[in-house]
């Protein structure tokens, strides 16, 4: 039995730091323990130029802790009047790593995104010129798609096209759900990969509505049902360089999660790594973990590997039940959960 594990500082790569106050909370906690993490854009306002890129950083960088050697990683929203010269600016920028497309309604903040994805041919010409990320949020979203069913359509509807039309263009298929994205992704060429979250290895649908509904287990896309979840974990564990930690972790006050329309989001950051860590050594795949955690991204985004290391040990502890949160609380992912795995920070 393991009982210690060092690695490579980690880096996450699907992160919700929202903006303003709720910055107090989320940047202290991403900056915990990793060394790089990719900051989506879907603010209430979208980060869409490289200037609306760079003022976020900065005010996200006012909450860096003072010790700490942590990079936030800058993204621009696509929309429909997205340009050839803002794909060209973010590339020249230096500070944007990619670009994020979000089908329009599909999520949280995401009224702005593409109401039609053909009407982006050019740019995603214009990113594989460059060889600037695409990052998908892979669902279509019409009523006449079951919910459960939008991120396999949309990889036969719209991402098949892309790949071929697009062969060289870097795609990340972000925070998948399924079986049949999970192999399409395994079975694709280098250009294509894919984050997987610690909410859909920990959980299926069925929990979701054990002992009636838990609005804070609700996030998009949707947990579904339990062989997708099987082949999530067979995935991320497999040792695949195709696959690597995106938490999407998203805070919600509890306000809003637990109301008459509540949002969509899970926040994973008080233990993120101690997640895929109790993931991993269920399915006894814990010399995995590093590839997954700290290899696998880097390499996917041409980046260097963290020089830090960290430990993780076997001590049991619980997640605490609630989190303050601007001037209210969140309630975390696996809130009063026992866990068996603890970073150990210096």
């Known amino acids: 039995m393991i009982n210690h594990l060092t690695l490579i500082q980690p880096d996450d790569w699907h992160v919700h730091l929202r903006d303003d106050a709720a910055l107090i909370t989320t940047v202290p906690a991403a900056a915990r323990y990793f060394g790089r993490s990719i900051v989506m854009p879907n603010l209430k306002t979208p980060v869409r130029t490289v200037n609306d890129a760079l003022l976020y950083r900065q005010r996200i960088l006012q909450h860096r802790p003072k010790d700490s050697h942590w990079l936030p990683l800058m993204v621009l929203y696509l929309t429909d009047d997205t340009t050839k010269e803002d794909i060209s600016a973010a590339k020249k920028s230096g500070f944007v790593q990619a670009m994020k497309y ?8 995401s009224a702005s995104g593409v109401t039609k994805l053909e009407r982006l041919d050019p740019i995603f010409e214009k990113m594989q010129e460059l060889d600037l990320i695409l990052q998908m949020h892979g669902e279509v979203n019409d009523e006449n798609t079951d919910i459960f069913d939008r991120e396999a359509v949309f990889i036969d509807r719209h991402l098949r096209r892309i790949k071929e039309k697009f062969p060289e263009l870097k795609i990340v298929l972000e925070h998948i759900t399924t079986e049949q994205a999970a192999q399409y992704v395994e079975e694709s060429d280098r250009y294509l990969a894919a984050t997987i979250t610690p909410q859909h290895l920990l959980y299926n649908r069925n929990h979701m509505f054990a002992g009636g509904i838990r609005p804070h287990l609700y996030c998009l896309p949707i947990l579904k049902r339990d062989t997708h979840q099987k082949a999530l974990i067979k995935a991320s564990t497999s040792g695949s360089r195709k696959f690597f930690l995106g938490t999407d972790s998203a805070p919600h006050e509890l306000e809003t999660k637990e109301s ?20 991993f050594d269920q399915v006894n795949a814990m010399h995995h973990l590093e590839a ?6 880097a390499e996917f985004y041409h980046l260097p590997l963290n020089q830090s290391k960290i430990t993780l040990v076997r001590e049991p502890w619980t997640i605490p039940d609630e989190i303050p949160f601007c001037g209210g609380k969140l309630i975390p992912l696996a809130a009063g959960m026992n866990i068996n795995w603890k970073v150990k920070l210096p």
């Not at 989001?265 to 993120?272: E, I, L, N, R, T």
């Open 292 to 297: 997954f955690a700290s290899i696998n991204g």
């Open 260 to 279: 008459a329309c509540g949002c969509a989001g899970c926040f994973s950051h008080h233990a993120a790594l101690e997640f895929y860590a109790e993931v």
């Open 102 to 109: 979000y089908p329009a309604g599909a999520t949280t903040n």
